[in-house]
């Protein structure tokens, strides 16, 4: 009796075994499982990294103003960690207007002092002879400690720090640390900046 050849020796064909099958599907599910992990936790994240965002965004904005002004100022009458007070020239019709000057019309001078307490600090204006005009305006909020400003010279032992006033004589820079909340956890974030008064930079 003959035998019958088939015509393709099976023997010779590669293929997977189930081992090797299910070795490459357990493979497939880590890999999908740590992809879609880190998918969560990017997307768990996201709410907090765009309050932190906001957070720290709103605190610049309202930092470059008050160092704006500082910038300009030509001397420092008050200085404490809480409050400031500056010599300035203002482009307001009188001190404490909400009118803006004709640009071609010279500044006059005002005083302007920014005051912390709690969790706020506020905005106010004086003639030259300290007689409070206008209302007082909030630039500062969320701020988690009422002691903002610092100042050089200051009763640091290193000259160039920026610290508590010293005595003998007004500040020739003031600085500004704002500490806001961290939305991520119990931290703090820091915002600083400062400015050399305006005399001082052409003197």
């Not at 035998?3 to 599910?29: C, F």
């Not at 965004?57 to 404490?80: H, N, P, S």
């Not at 630039?139 to 009763?155: D, R």
Request: proline content about 6%; aromatic content about 2%.
């Amino acid at each position: 009796m003959k035998r019958l050849r088939l015509p393709v020796d099976l023997k010779d064909e590669s293929g997977l075994t189930l081992i090797e099958m299910l070795v490459a599907a357990l493979m497939s599910v880590i890999i999908v499982g740590a992809a879609c992990a880190m998918l969560i936790s990017a997307v768990k994240d996201q709410p907090g990294l765009s309050r932190k965002a906001q957070n720290v965004t709103t605190a610049r904005y309202q930092l470059e103003r008050v160092v704006r002004e500082i910038r300009g100022a030509v001397k420092v009458e008050t200085a404490t960690p809480t409050e400031v007070e500056l010599l300035t020239r203002t482009q307001r019709t009188t001190c404490g207007a909400a009118t803006k000057a004709s640009p071609s019309v010279q500044r006059i001078e005002c005083r302007v002092t920014y005051r912390c307490s709690g969790t706020t600090c506020t905005r106010s204006e004086a003639t030259e002879g300290r007689v409070s005009v206008g209302a007082s305006t909030i630039v500062l909020t969320g701020i988690e400690s009422p002691s903002v400003f610092c100042f050089v010279p200051s009763t640091e032992s290193d000259p160039s720090k920026c610290g508590s006033p010293r005595s003998g004589g007004p500040p020739t820079y003031v600085g500004v640390n704002l500490l806001v909340k961290n939305p991520e956890g119990p931290g703090i974030l820091t915002i600083s900046d400062g400015a050399t008064l305006r005399t001082q930079t052409f003197g």
